[in-house]
């Protein structure tokens, strides 16, 4: 294999160094379509040329930053052979990055207006100014001339009238001015902002894929290429909806897509794959199991992390609530993407073409909808909150990845919440808030610690009884399933024992979600039916020691 691939790279030198060898050609192509993966996108660019008889150097032009050389590939239809397929850099005079000249463009645009709005307000500082000299003039030196001739009422009303409303008018222009300036000053440091993101350092090369063509006659081609570039990602976003009902969920799945690859893709067919990519072609090993005694270990000093800030999106245009309907028309759905099962991943194709530029922008899609069987009840842990909540439990399939969830309820937005990596047929929650008609309350019925023996010896150990009661009532008009979360204290030492444990009704489940000590009690609670638990225990510990945990 070895031998074959030094054959090729030899005998392709051969030809690029032959005098035989075609003119180079600049090829123009374009973007076609694009799979995105959750790092990175394979991008897939066409091309037509006319080539010559004999052996052609063709040169795809591309914008990326940074292309994985070794997933250059190209297919060339036409009647021929390909004897090579790499990435090269060629030299230029200047930077080939088309959206990066246009954003250059933009900011010395809005430095020009800014320019020109900082100028009107040195114009109107000198009115301003002049102004006020008047003003001192007539305090301080009034011509002889007007003490002796002093002006009408009526003129000297119109010219102070006129140098107050002078600099009315100048106030509110400077006012407008300093907030037309900001304005700018605030879009320059965004559009900067964005320009070193896509900027690289300087290097005056264009990457191009070239391809060596051995034509058997002059004819066109068509020249398809692919090649994997970074700086590309997808990650999911969920709508979970729940209706009144309470009869099922509606899961809707987007993908947040953000790219700067220094490419625009421009009306191309867009694939989102699951796929998990290698970190290396080999498969994980299996180290020795260590076991040691514990040993002192050298403090690490950590540099402080820097936190990012995000900036706020953009706000909308206010929709015209009043604009007549012909007919009342019907919700429309999200276009969903086409979906194909692949041995080790799924991949969604959008169905419509999209422009996704290389900006930091993020663009969300829909990817698909489905419809999940939930499992309705509430919850409670009278301990901790008076107050119930409405849980839906569902089953993930093998299409859910960990992401950010928002969450409807009866067509109303409740809240985010997460959606941890599930397996699938693997069980997840969602709190749809608290419902005031399940009425939950705790009581502590006794707390008494037992006289001393005869009230004559002290005894050494306290003994001490508690007793509570739990009250839950439906004053819903339905049925309803409450699961109740208590506890009894766990000794951790012999020297405190919890005895004599009497609970009615037992629990559904002790020990629940192996946290020891924990009972859930499951109650199918009619309308206005109301149920009590009763728990009793005795706690003994020494008088001389204070048993921490035991007085919550």
């Known amino acids: 294999m070895k031998k074959r691939f030094v054959f090729i790279m030899f005998f392709s030198l051969f030809f690029v160094s032959t005098p035989g060898v075609n003119a180079q050609t600049i090829v123009p192509s374009q973007i076609t379509s694009v799979t995105l993966f959750t790092g990175q996108a ?54 080939p990055q088309e959206n990066i000249k246009v954003l250059e463009q933009k900011i010395d645009q809005l430095k020009k207006s ?28 009034m011509p002889k001339e007007i003490q002796t001739h002093f002006p009408k009422t009526e003129d000297l009303d119109k010219t102070l009238l006129f140098i107050g409303s002078s600099f009315e008018k100048i106030y509110h222009k400077k006012e407008s001015l300093d907030a037309s300036i900001e304005e700018v000053d605030k879009k320059i440091k965004w559009l900067e902002k ?31 290429a692919d090649y994997l570039t970074k700086n590309a990602y997808w990650k999911p976003l969920y709508n979970v909806s729940v209706p009144s009902t309470l009869s099922e969920i509606d899961l809707t799945m987007f993908s947040k897509i953000r790219q700067k690859t220094g490419e625009d893709w421009k009306h191309v067919a867009l694939s989102i794959s699951n796929v998990i990519p290698l970190s290396g072609v ?27 800030l995000g900036t706020a999106a953009p706000e909308t245009e206010a929709f015209d609530k009043e ?51 939930g499992d309705f009840y509430y919850y409670a842990i009278p301990k901790q909150s008076a107050l119930t909540f409405l849980v839906c439990k569902a089953k993930a399939d093998k299409e859910l990845l960990s992401g950010p969830l928002n969450l409807y309820f009866g067509g109303r937005y409740i809240g985010k919440t997460f959606l941890d990596e599930k397996k699938a047929g693997e069980e997840f929650y969602l709190s749809l808030g608290a419902d005031r008609d399940i009425m939950v309350k705790k009581e502590k019925l006794k707390d008494n610690i037992k006289e ?41 030492t012999d020297r405190i024992v919890v005895k004599d444990v009497h609970i009615t009704p037992e629990p559904a489940q002790k020990n629940y979600q192996d946290r020891e000590g924990v009972m859930v009690w499951e109650h199918h609670l009619n309308p206005e039916e109301k149920q009590e638990i009763n728990i009793a225990f005795v706690v003994t510990y020494p008088k001389d020691v204070l048993p921490i945990g035991l007085f919550p």
């Open 42 to 95: 394979l991008v897939k660019r066409e091309a037509f040329v006319a080539v010559d008889k004999g052996l052609n150097e063709l040169f795809l032009e591309m914008e990326a930053f940074h292309v994985d050389k070794d997933s250059v590939t190209a297919k060339v239809y036409g009647s021929g052979d390909i004897f090579s397929v790499q990435l090269r850099d060629i030299p230029v005079k200047e930077s």
């Open 282 to 308: 080999h498969l994980p090993s299996l180290s020795s199991w260590l076991i040691d005694v514990p040993r002192p270990r050298a403090k690490i000093m950590r540099k402080p992390s820097r936190v990012m």
């Open 323 to 373: 604009a007549d309907l012909e007919e009342p028309m019907e919700e429309a759905a999200f276009a969903v993407a086409k979906k194909s099962e692949l041995p080790l991943s799924f991949e969604y194709k959008m169905p419509q073409s999209l422009d996704i530029e290389s900006r930091d922008k993020e663009t969300i899609l829909p990817l698909f909808m489905k419809k999940l069987k």
């Open 114 to 141: 800014k320019k020109i709005l900082s100028n009107q307000k040195i114009l109107l500082g000198k009115k301003e100014r002049f102004l006020g000299s008047l003003i001192d003039f007539s305090e301080s030196q």
């Open 452 to 492: 001393t023996f005869f009230k004559k010896i002290e005894r050494a150990t306290v003994i001490r009884e508690f007793a509570y009661k739990i009250t839950v009532e439906n004053l819903k008009s339905r049925a309803v399933l409450l699961k109740v979360l208590d506890n009894i204290p766990v000794s951790r």
């Open 194 to 224: 964005e320009l070193a993101t896509l900027r690289v350092p300087a290097k005056k090369v264009r990457k191009v894929i070239e391809i060596l063509f051995n034509a058997k006659h002059a004819h066109k081609v068509r020249i398809e």
